[in-house]
């Protein structure tokens, strides 16, 4: 089974609560196992514990991280890591790399990143969207996962929002 884990490099909390939200549920939904936040902010991990907690799934989330050590940790346990920047190769160029990678690590930065990361990197990926990124790994798959012991499910609609209580579960 692949393992994914999404590192989310200075999120400024008075600036970045709603992207660095979306980050968090956009990697849980195409797969990642968990994410790590390199930063202090209860209320980022309140806000995706609750949705983890309401639409099912295992995915945790791991306050104010050390990145050097939980990339470091990642890497001797075999795991590869691929930062997504402005910079690097084009991920087309990529994907087939991280499609065999068996654990892989993706860090996302939001304020100038620290010049370590490059050299930590296995890779340094030209991509701005972490669901480009693991669509292109996961080829489409988790879009269609269920997440067992949800309270609520989303319904597939053409228009508006379906969202039904999953009764006893």
């Avoid at 996961?138 to 039904?164: C, N, Q, S």
Wanted: with cysteine; charged share 30%.
């Amino acid at each position: 089974m692949k393992r994914i884990v999404l590192l989310r490099l200075g999120h400024r909390p008075e600036r970045d609560k709603r992207i660095t939200t979306h980050v968090g549920l956009t990697a849980r939904m195409l797969g990642a196992e968990g994410m790590l936040l390199a930063s202090d902010d209860s209320g980022i991990v309140q806000s995706l514990e609750d949705v983890v907690r309401r639409w099912g799934g295992n995915f945790y989330i791991k306050n104010n991280v050390s990145f050097k050590q939980e990339i470091r940790n990642w890497k001797e346990g075999g795991g590869k890591v691929c930062h997504l920047s402005m910079y690097g190769v084009n991920l087309p160029d990529l994907a087939d790399e991280l499609k065999k990678c068996d654990k892989l690590m993706i860090v996302v930065g939001a304020e100038k990143v620290p010049p370590e990361i490059y050299q930590l990197a296995d890779w340094n990926a030209e991509v701005a969207a972490v669901a480009i990124t693991m669509d292109r790994i996961a080829e489409g798959e988790p879009l269609e996962k269920e997440f067992p012991g949800a309270e609520l499910t989303i319904v597939p609609a053409e228009r508006g929002k379906h969202v039904i209580e999953n009764a006893g579960e």
